[in-house]
C-alpha cells in the first residue's frame, strides 16, 4: 500500500486507500478502483465508467457521455483477451479508440460496434446469452493498447425509437464477467446491473526487457523480479517486458524473497 508502507512497491504498482463512507476502497489512480489481484494471472481487475448516449425528449436531442481512460507511464496494458468493447442498444454505433480525450473523432487507430433492433422481428429474436449485433455487439481489442476514448456516431440514434428504446451504452468490459439479457436492449438494466461502472482486466508487465536481458543487465530498471525461489519468469504476451510465476507444484508470490509468502510447495 502507497500509504502505509511506501517504497515497498515496485515501481509503478502501488495502490492507495480512499475513503467511500465507512469503507476504505484501494485505488490505482484517483479514480481507477481495484476490484481484484489475479496474480496467477498477473491481472487486476478494475471497474470503469459505462458510456451513454440517450435521447432527450425536452430538447429532442441526444445527450451523451463518452469515457477516456489512459495508462500510459505504467507497468499496466489492457487485456486484450479478457476484454471485449460491448455496444447495446438498438440504433448505435459506438467507437473504441486511442487517442487523446481531444481528438476522439480523429483517432488512426479506431475499431466500432453495431448494435440495432429496430423492427418487431429483431425484437422478437433477441435472445439471452446472445450477443451477435441484435441489441448487443462485442469486437476485440488489439494487444499493447495503454489508453482508450469511447464516442457514439451521431447518424445513429434513438431520435425515433425513444419510446421503445431510449438509450444506448458502450463500454469496454471483462468477457467472463458479462453475460447479455434481452432487458439490456431496452432498458436502463445494463447501466444498472454494473451500477454504470463495468468491471475490465488489466495486464501487468515488468520493465520493458525480456527476462534474459533483464536477468543479464547488472543494474536494470526495475531490479529484476523473479526473486521468490521456485519462480520463473515468462516473456509478457501483451506488449514488452515480463512476467514471474511459481513454478509447477508451487504457489505464493513469486516477487517476493520470503520462505512463507513466496513461491512455497503444495501440501
Known sequence: MKDDQPGCAI????????????????????????????????????????????????????????????????????????????????????YITV??????????????????CNSQ???????????????CCQTTIPKGLQNYGIWFDDRFNTAKIYNMSRCSYAALVEASNFTFSTSYAMSSAF???????????????IGNQTCEAARRNPNPDPKYACISNNSDCFNSSNGPGYICKCKEGFHGNP??????LGCKGTK
Do not use: H
Open 99 to 116: 487517442t487523446t480525450p481531444q481528438q476522439l473523432e480523429s483517432s488512426s487507430l479506431t475499431t466500432g460496434c453495431v448494435a440495432t
Open 11 to 94: 515501481p509503478g504498482f502501488e495502490v492507495s486507500c480512499k475513503r467511500d463512507g465507512l469503507l476504505l476502497k484501494p485505488f490505482l489512480s484517483d479514480d481507477v478502483e481495484v476490484r481484484g489481484i489475479l496474480l496467477a494471472e498477473s491481472q487486476v481487475r478494475i471497474k470503469m465508467d459505462i458510456s451513454w448516449s440517450c435521447y432527450n425528449t425536452i430538447n429532442r436531442t441526444m445527450d451523451s457521455i463518452n469515457w477516456f481512460l489512459s495508462f500510459r507511464d505504467t507497468p499496466y496494458r489492457l487485456s486484450d483477451t479478457g476484454n471485449k468493447f460491448t455496444v447495446i442498444g438498438c440504433r448505435t454505433l459506438a
Open 121 to 135: 422481428g429483431d425484437l422478437a429474436s433477441l435472445s439471452d446469452g446472445t450477443c451477435s449485433g441484435i441489441g
Open 191 to 205: 447501466n444498472d446491473t454494473y451500477a454504470g461502472q463495468a468491471p475490465l482486466l488489466l495486464d501487468w508487465a
Open 255 to 260: 516477487y517476493l524473497d520470503d520462505p512463507e
